[in-house]
């Protein structure tokens, strides 16, 4: 058996274990730079969750297999910025990546004209660096009003991504906490090194990449 559909059903199993009786756990196929060839046998094996960082990445990849896989999910993991929001409204089922009034705005305005319902989640900058996306914990209670009152948006869910080298489990169990001040249930948390973990936190949506795919140059 190839070597990526072995790690990739190694990652499915370990998640189901993970998950214990909870059906409420997806495993999103982290699949930025990764052929459409190489995604199919996992399609063949009934994945159907796939998230992409970049929306241009994600079109062409994407574009011509949704016709044959009406089931297929796909997710925006990666930054969005206002130019790129009417393509990420047409082509992605869940973004990940709400985290500032500009993008809720234009977010709002495309769902209005369009009349899609994407899956929406606040991304926390939980670990307060400069460099990353995501509003600071402190913030994420009044954005997620905003985005609720002021755009008239559904947040379903908040996401993290914790800094290299910290102790993830601070970032999770941060990220469960402002969830449940904002009551919303979605948790994306957790990736290759990480998931079973964030799954114990509660994590519904895991993103993992490299232990299936191994590591991208
Ligand atoms: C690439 C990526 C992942 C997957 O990370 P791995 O370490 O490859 O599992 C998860 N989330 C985001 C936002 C990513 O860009």
New binding site residues.
């Given amino acids: 058996m190839n070597q990526v559909i072995q790690r990739f059903c190694q990652v499915r199993e370990r998640i189901s274990v993970a998950a214990g009786e909870r059906t409420d756990v997806t495993l999103v196929v982290?699949s930025?730079m990764i052929s459409l060839d190489v995604l199919r046998p996992l399609i063949a094996l009934g994945q159907r969750d796939f998230?992409e960082?970049r929306v241009q990445e994600a079109a062409m990849k994407w574009a011509g297999v949704r016709t044959d896989l009406p089931d297929l999910t796909l997710h925006l993991?990666?930054p969005l910025q206002s130019n790129k929001v009417r393509q990420a409204v047409a082509l992605f089922d869940v973004i990940?990546v709400v985290d500032r009034p500009g993008i809720a705005e234009a977010l709002a305005g495309e769902i209005a004209r369009t009349g899609k319902k994407p899956g929406l989640l606040v991304q926390v900058n939980t670990g307060e660096e400069p460099q990353k996306a995501g509003v600071a914990p402190r913030d994420a209670k009044a954005f997620v009003a905003s985005c609720r009152e002021q755009y008239g948006l559904c947040i379903d869910g908040l996401t993290c991504?914790p800094p290299i080298g910290d102790e993830v489990a601070l970032h999770f169990s941060l990220l469960r906490k402002i969830a449940d001040e904002v009551g919303v249930s979605d948790l994306s948390m957790g990736?290759?090194?990480d998931y079973e973990k964030a799954i114990a936190y509660g994590a519904t949506y895991v993103?993992?990449?490299?232990?299936i795919?191994g590591e991208r140059c």
């Fill in positions: 982290a930025k998230g960082n993991i990666g990940h991504i990736m290759s090194d993103r993992v990449g490299r232990a795919f």
